[in-house]
C-alpha cells in the first residue's frame, strides 16, 4: 500500500514531441505527489507538485495531471526539448508528521534534437 | 547558500571496510535523511531524522547506522561494507511543518565496494 508505481522506465521522444510519465498510488491518505528531476551526477531537485484537491497544475512546459479515483497522476512536458533529458522521479507523501516520502522508481527521458 | 552538502563525492573501498559518509545542511532544517539510488530501484530511505537526537529506520536500514547530534550534521555510517552496498547515496533534508515542503538533496555520494 505504500507503493508509487511509476511508468514507463525509459522514454525517448522527438524535439518538441509530449512525453507523458505515469504513476500510480494504492493509499489515499497520501496528500502531496511531487516530481523531481535529475540530471546525471546530480542529485534530485523539485520540479513541479500538486495536491488531490486539484486535477491539474502547470508550470512552465510542465504539468501534473492528477486523477484521485483512479489514484494516479502524470507529468506531461509540453514541446520538449534536448535540455529535459533526465531522470524523473514521482513521489508521495502524508502530512502525519513523520518524514516519510514514497519515490517511484523513476523514468529516464532522452529527447533527440 | 550551500544547501545540502556531502563528502566524499567518490569512494571505493574493500568489503568489510568501515566507512562514514558526512552530510551537512545550513538551511536549519528539522528532517533529514539518506537515501540510496540503484537503477530501476529508484530512490530508497535508509535512515531518517526528525530532529536532533531522533532517528528512525527507512525502508533498507541493514548495514548502515546513523546518528544526529546537531541539526546541521547527519552522517551515514557503513559498519562492513558488501558489495551489495554499491550505490550512489543521497542526503535530503528538509522543514518539518508540512508534508509539502520541499526536500533538498545533496549531489550524491558513489560509493563502490569490491
Known amino acids: 500500500q505504500q507503493q508509487v508505481k511509476q511508468s514507463p522506465q525509459s522514454l525517448i521522444v522527438q524535439k518538441g514531441g509530449i512525453p507523458i510519465i505515469n504513476c500510480a498510488y494504492e493509499?489515499?491518505?497520501?496528500?502531496?505527489f511531487p516530481w523531481y528531476q535529475q540530471f546525471p551526477g546530480k542529485g534530485p531537485a523539485l520540479l513541479i507538485a500538486?495536491?488531490?484537491?486539484?486535477s491539474e497544475k502547470k508550470e512552465g512546459r510542465f504539468t501534473i495531471s492528477f486523477n484521485k479515483s483512479a489514484k494516479q497522476f502524470s507529468l506531461h512536458i509540453m514541446d520538449s526539448q534536448p535540455g529535459d533529458s533526465a531522470t524523473y522521479f514521482c513521489?508521495?507523501?502524508?502530512?502525519?508528521?513523520?518524514?516519510?516520502?514514497?519515490f517511484g522508481t523513476g523514468t529516464r527521458l532522452k529527447v533527440l534534437a | 547558500n550551500a544547501g545540502v552538502t556531502q563528502t566524499p563525492k567518490f569512494q571505493v573501498l574493500k568489503t568489510g571496510q568501515s566507512m562514514t559518509l558526512q552530510c551537512a545542511q545550513d538551511?536549519?532544517?528539522?528532517?533529514m535523511s539518506w537515501y540510496r539510488q540503484d537503477p530501476g530501484m529508484g530512490l530508497r530511505l535508509i535512515h531518517y531524522?526528525?530532529?536532533?537526537?531522533?532517528?528512525d529506520q527507512g525502508e533498507v536500514p541493514n548495514g548502515y547506522n546513523v546518528s544526529r547530534s546537531t541539526t546541521e550534521d547527519f552522517p551515514l555510517r557503513l559498519l562492513s561494507a558488501a558489495p551489495s552496498q554499491t550505490s550512489v547515496y543521497f542526503c535530503?533534508?528538509?522543514?518539518?511543518?508540512?508534508?509539502?515542503?520541499?526536500?533538498?538533496f545533496g549531489e550524491g555520494s558513489w560509493l563502490t565496494v569490491v
Open positions: 535530503a533534508s528538509r522543514q518539518a511543518d508540512s508534508s509539502g515542503n520541499t526536500i533538498y
Open positions: 493509499n489515499t491518505a497520501f496528500d502531496y
Open positions: 500538486i495536491r488531490p484537491d486539484v
Open positions: 513521489a508521495a507523501s502524508i502530512d502525519s508528521g513523520t518524514y516519510k516520502y514514497i
Open positions: 538551511m536549519n532544517h528539522e528532517y
Open positions: 531524522s526528525v530532529g536532533a537526537g531522533i532517528t
